[in-house]
């Protein structure tokens, strides 16, 4: 029996820093993560995670804890701040057709960070080492030697691949000595966090995701599970305010209110700034190590989930042996251009609009399917083939036709044993859904690969002991081959991260090995025989 790969080391145990080893466990592979602090940060910081993010989270067993201590929110309101007319509203249940999940999860940073510390710790025990500076790293060809410094002196930890999660000063990609392209903004970002009752002694009609524009004070309200968070800028050169100025400015903008109670406050730099490489051999940089981006429209730790679905199972892939090294270029390929170009001009655009200064952002503010799928992530297509072909914002009031790159819908089909999921079936694993008529007796899928299985799906189903049964996806009124938008006699096959690799036609009494010739294709490898 091969022996198990090195852990890969995690730099930062940040949120990006979290959910990157819950998806390095979920793969299966043994993850070490180095905290140079002997406590999570306390401070108040990020408070929304995105549809796409719960996605993310499910995939990898962490979501029901995180929902326990979150608020569930399903519209985000954009308010002149002068009128308090709404401009607009995007409904999430617009999305209920394509997720399990249409909706947005409001909490604080400093209260995610302990629920996916739980959740590590129950999966990979003693994983998490805090009061571990990264101080160096060596690579060669089998792995990386990582040293940390300690309170009981310098330690040297073994890896396979060291993964830099460790914020917008990250060590690891100054020792790697990458660029940072971009600007610090002039202004700063005030955040308030005050506890004050909206809801019954002074009620509030505020969605719990709201943006108010203006053009001298634009505000932006966020209901969390414990207290409602006001964000504001600073103009260049106004002193930092202490905290009775942060309580007064955000009951100014309240009205008359009953008792309030500050719960905390932050003043911080706001950046857009973009390194210039995320990979150097077998290191590689994740969300603010790899992309500070102006925190609009929750799009900071939200843009570093992306980052974490896109290289966890690649890491896998290689690791196993089921893929050869150049699949591991397509992480920079894919994000990059996602951060710097997609998320980065979307928070640009969005401060704008909210000071009245362009608009930029009107495709993605106009309602409906579109905007609800650009505003939760869930519209982001990936350059899965290098061509260049990528997408962050969608448009329109009708679900568009899957083509490659897109994330999956994921409408429930059934198997045999009950109703099953495209997010779940490709959870740790590429799969490849033939949608054709199942009573013309197509050719069954050959035997399961553990990196690649196959389906039929149909609206027809087969009896008991035909070849087909156990591997037929029953699609009642043909929904989801409807919301694919794709003809019968198709393939489609589905990432590990649930982004769809390739949409085709296929001969149902010929088209064997057509899937193993995609799959090679992405992996440089045959798939492994199960």
């Known amino acids: ?14 949120p990006v820093g979290l959910i990157t080893a819950l998806g390095l466990a979920h793969h299966g592979l043994p993850v070490v993560v180095l905290e140079e602090d002997e406590r999570l940060s306390p401070d108040t910081k990020a408070g929304s995670l995105l549809t796409r993010s719960l996605e993310i989270l499910h ?9 326990r201590a979150a608020l569930r929110v399903d519209e985000i309101g954009e308010f002149e701040r002068a009128t308090g007319l709404p401009r607009f509203r995007v409904r999430t249940d617009a999305l209920a057709g394509d997720t399990r999940f249409p909706f947005i999860a409001n909490i604080p940073q400093h209260h995610l960070e302990p629920v996916l510390r739980d959740e590590l710790e129950r999966r990979a ?9 990264v101080t160096g790293f060596r690579q060669d060809a089998e792995g990386v030697e990582v040293t940390a410094e300690t309170a ?24 790697l000595g990458v660029a940072v392209e971009g600007r610090t903004l002039e202004e700063r970002y005030v955040l308030v966090d005050l506890e004050v009752d909206l809801d019954v002694e002074t009620p509030r009609d505020y969605p719990y995701l709201g943006y108010f524009s203006d053009p001298e004070e634009w505000v932006v309200v966020v209901r969390l599970p414990h207290c409602w968070r006001f964000v504001y800028a600073l103009k260049p050169g106004t002193p930092e305010p202490d905290e009775a100025e942060l309580r007064d400015r955000a009951l100014r903008f309240l009205g008359e209110v009953g008792p309030s109670r500050l719960v905390g406050c932050n003043v911080y730099r706001v950046h857009h700034r973009i390194a210039s490489r995320w990979r150097d051999r077998r290191v590689f940089l994740l969300g603010d190590a790899a992309h500070l981006i102006t925190p609009m429209w929750a799009l900071g730790l939200n843009t570093g989930a992306l980052d974490i679905s896109n290289l966890a199972w690649r890491l896998a892939w290689v690791l196993r042996g089921w893929a050869g090294d150049r699949l591991l270029d397509g992480y920079e390929r894919e994000q990059l251009p996602v951060a710097s170009l997609g998320s980065g001009k979307m928070a640009e655009a969005a401060r704008a609009v909210m000071a009245h200064r362009g608009t930029d952002a009107a495709a993605m503010t106009e309602g409906g399917w579109g905007t609800a799928q650009t505003r939760t992530l869930l519209g982001v297509r990936l350059d899965v083939d290098g061509t260049g072909d ?3 914002v969608r448009t329109g009031d009708t679900p568009a036709p899957v083509r490659h790159g897109d994330r999956v819908p994921d409408l429930p089909l059934f198997g045999p044993a009950g109703e099953v999921h495209p997010h779940d079936l490709c959870a740790d694993s590429f799969v490849a859904l033939y949608f054709t008529d199942a009573r013309r007796a197509p050719l069954a899928p050959p035997p399961d690969s553990p990196a690649l299985r196959q389906y039929v799906v149909s609206r027809w189903d087969v009896p ?20 694919f938008g794709v003809p019968e006699d198709t393939l ?11 949409v085709g036609p296929f001969a149902p009494r010929g088209g064997e ?6 799959y090679a294709a992405v992996t440089d490898r045959p798939p492994p025989e199960g």
Not at 59 to 67: K, Q
Not at 155 to 173: E, K, M, P, T, W
Not at 472 to 479: A, K, S, V
Not at 492 to 502: E, F, I, K, W
């Open 152 to 175: 009981s002196g310098p330690r040297a930890i073994r890896g396979s691949f060291l993964l830099g999660c460790d914020g917008g000063r990250s060590f690891v990609r100054g020792a």
């Open 390 to 392: 990528w997408a962050m």
């Open 464 to 483: 008991p002991g035909s070849e087909l049964r156990d591997r037929l996806l029953l699609d009642p009124g043909e929904r989801v081959r409807l919301r």
């Open 59 to 67: 995939r990898y067993g962490a979501l029901p804890p995180v929902l």
């Open 492 to 502: 489609v096959l589905l990432r590990p991260d649930g982004h769809v690799v390739a």
């Open 1 to 14: 029996m091969a022996e198990p790969p090195a852990p890969v080391v995690v730099a930062g145990a940040g």
């Open 125 to 133: 025990p003693g994983a998490l080492r805090m009061g571990h500076r």
């Open 513 to 518: 090995g057509l899937a193993e010739e995609l």
